[in-house]
């Protein structure tokens, strides 16, 4: 069993940036391809951004692209998201996520932090 807890979050300008962290426990996640996912006030769950186990390989979605960068360090066992030039429609509570059983896009991980709020102010 993986515990996963997100924290960096907070209220920030538009234009600001923010480094949101997942602290993994109970079990080593250096095997596992990780997601920050986020969700807004009355919208779905969306994927944001992904990285498998070796960091070789990162994939983002396209509304954070060039914007956003997602990192990891297995030696930590945490996995990081900073997040850069923010803007009002970035606000939604920020979830981390372990090992997908399906494309790493899709909902379908075995394992989710609780969230982080951001909110970005115009």
């Known amino acids: 069993q993986v515990r996963l807890v997100e924290s960096g979050g907070g209220l920030v300008q538009a234009g600001g940036s923010l480094r949101l962290s997942c602290a993994a426990s109970g079990r080593t996640i250096s095997t596992y391809t990780m997601g920050w996912f986020r969700q807004a006030p009355g919208k779905e769950r969306e994927f944001v951004a992904a990285?498998?186990?070796?960091?070789?390989?990162?994939s983002y979605s396209d509304s954070v692209k060039g914007r956003f960068t997602i990192s990891r360090d297995n030696a930590k066992n945490t996995v990081s998201l900073q997040m850069n030039n923010l803007n009002p429609e970035d606000t939604a509570v920020y979830y981390c996520a372990a090992e997908p059983r399906g494309p790493v896009g899709s909902l379908r991980y075995d394992y989710w932090g609780q969230g982080t709020q951001v909110t970005v102010s115009s």
């Open positions: 990285i498998i186990r070796t960091s070789t390989l990162t």
